[in-house]
């Protein structure tokens, strides 16, 4: 599978985003999807999942209360709607998919897309 995310860009302190991801090449249904993020000199880490139905989404706490991970099986694409942006929010965004669970280790994850860049300014 082919993931390609796009919705990044430059946004103000407490301002909102919201990043898709299309996969192409087989239909992702049967498994979990994820978004990591990393900043530069940073690792990449586990921001949000989601199951393969949409159901028991799974959050970082950073994050939690402020983003919301959503995905549209039918059109084989995944959000992640982030609200009330930080500064510290600010890295590279990457979706993943393959994991037949909701985990947060991005080694149980087989296909990545090539990452949209978010900025967020104080």
């Known amino acids: 599978v082919q993931l390609q995310a796009s919705g990044g860009g430059l946004v103000q302190a407490g301002g909102s985003l919201r990043l898709s991801c299309a996969a192409s090449?087989?239909?992702?249904?049967?498994?979990?999807l994820g978004w990591f993020r990393q900043a530069p000199g940073k690792e990449r880490e586990f921001v949000a999942a989601?199951?393969?139905?949409?159901?028991?989404?799974y959050y970082a706490d950073s994050v939690k209360g402020r983003f919301t991970i959503s995905r549209d099986n039918a059109k084989n694409t995944v959000f992640l709607q982030m609200n009330s942006l930080k500064p510290e929010d600010s890295a590279v965004y990457y979706c993943?998919?393959?994991?037949?669970?909701?985990?947060?280790?991005?080694?149980?994850?087989?296909?990545w897309g090539q990452g949209t860049q978010v900025t967020v300014s104080s």
């Open positions: 989601v199951s393969w139905d949409g159901n028991s989404p």
């Open positions: 993943a998919d393959g994991a037949h669970t909701i985990v947060t280790d991005p080694g149980e994850y087989n296909s």
């Open positions: 090449g087989r239909t992702f249904s049967s498994y979990a």
